[in-house]
Every structure is written in structure tokens, then in C-alpha cells.
């Protein structure tokens, strides 16, 4: 397979398309090689509009997904990102060549091994992984410019983690419970001032260790 063509269609088919407009956006995501942060098995799908399955219920987020993240936390070389949510490192990477440190936190040992494999050797500056639960945000590295949520909330967006933001920062995150699941944005204007805003509508796993509804029994 040619990696580097099925690399410029998806930006030509799937990304723009999807309203993805952002040149920095667009140029981080042809830079970035998303076929070695593929698990083997999957390898021939890299570019696909799919989810690619992951560990513990966890997917990678298709490329077009991805695109609207990163335009809409609207980044800049100065900030500092937060990325809840590791994975293989994908996200990892495109958010390195879009700002100025990306502290990323993983809670599943293996998949933060796979992440630092995929990552070494691609001179990514100002970047910090870490093995932890980060739901409920890190405080170690707060306050963030942005903060990139991989996963859901099935209860909402938790206020600890929005509190991690600086004056100004936008968090993007998934929240509800399938099949009723939306992309949201929330920027912080003040010390308990916030605004949301819905992006758009899809279906994304879980954090492990979210808050979950309560299943009532009959």
C-alpha cells in the first residue's frame, strides 16, 4: 500500500470535507506517518473513516475526528496540552507539531509502551508521558491552555478536569452514553465561568473509571 497517497486522501476525502480548514491542522496530519501507530492487524485500515480497536474496549479515533479536535482547541506554539488518553500515541504526535508541550497521561501500562515505542525517534520536544488515571485531569503539570479528552463521559465532563484550565483554555471531550453521544467544547472564561458548545454527534468508548449512570434494577 502507497501510505503516503492513502495519507493525502484522507485529508482530500475525509478531513476537509468535514469542515476541517485549519493549514496547521491539515499540515500535522500529512506529517504524521498514522500507519505506525496502527496494531499490525490493522495496519491495511490506517486511513480508513473507522475506529480501530484498541485494548480494553478502547479505539483510536478516525482521522476526521481527530482533525475537528485539533481546529477546534484552536492551538498555538505556546500552549500546553493535556491529552487524556494516550492510546498507541497518535493524537500524541499530531498535537506536537501543533504546540509547545504536550503532557500525556495513559492508563493501560501496554498501551503507554506501544505509545513510547511509536513516539521514539520522531524528535517530538516538550513531551511528557505518564502512566496514570488521568478522568479526573493531572494535576502534576495544571494549568493547561487545552486539554484533548480521547475518550467519554458517559455523566458529563467532570469540574475537577475543567478546572485545570487557564483562563481562556478549551477542553474538547465526548459525552453520554451510546447511542446518544456528542463532541463538546468547553472554554473557561473565569475561576467558575464556562461556556459549552456541541460540535457534532458520534459514539466513542469510555474512560475507564468514569463516573457511569446507574443501572436500576426491577
Not at 500500500?1 to 493549514?23: D, G, I, K, T, Y
Not at 498501551?111 to 511509536?118: K, R, S, T
Request: aromatic share 8%.
Amino acid at each position: 500500500m502507497n501510505f503516503q497517497l492513502a495519507r493525502s486522501n484522507m485529508v482530500a476525502q475525509q478531513v476537509r470535507p468535514w469542515h476541517v480548514l485549519s493549514e496547521q491542522v491539515l499540515s500535522a496530519l500529512l506529517q504524521v506517518q498514522r500507519e505506525n501507530f496502527v496494531p499490525m492487524a490493522y495496519h491495511n485500515l490506517a486511513y480508513s473513516d473507522t475506529d480501530i480497536p484498541l485494548s480494553e474496549g478502547q479505539t483510536m479515533l478516525p482521522p476526521k475526528i481527530v482533525g475537528r479536535a485539533l481546529q477546534a482547541l484552536d492551538l498555538t506554539m505556546q500552549d500546553k496540552v493535556l491529552e487524556v488518553g494516550t492510546g498507541t500515541g497518535y493524537v500524541t504526535a499530531c498535537l506536537a507539531k501543533l504546540v509547545g508541550e504536550v503532557v500525556s497521561v495513559e492508563i493501560q501500562p501496554t498501551l503507554l509502551v506501544q505509545a513510547q515505542a511509536n513516539l521514539k525517534g520522531l524528535n517530538l520536544r516538550h513531551l511528557t508521558l505518564s502512566q496514570g488515571d488521568a478522568v479526573f485531569g493531572w494535576d502534576e503539570h495544571a494549568p493547561y491552555d487545552a486539554i484533548f479528552v480521547t475518550g467519554s463521559y458517559p455523566l458529563g465532563v467532570p469540574e475537577k478536569i475543567c478546572e485545570q484550565l487557564r483562563t481562556g483554555g478549551k477542553l474538547f471531550a465526548f459525552t453520554g452514553v451510546e447511542p446518544t453521544m456528542r463532541a463538546v467544547l468547553i472554554e473557561r472564561h473565569g475561576k467558575s465561568q464556562y461556556s459549552t458548545n456541541t460540535l457534532f454527534e458520534t459514539v466513542v468508548p469510555a474512560l475507564i473509571h468514569a463516573p457511569q449512570p446507574k443501572i436500576f434494577q426491577f
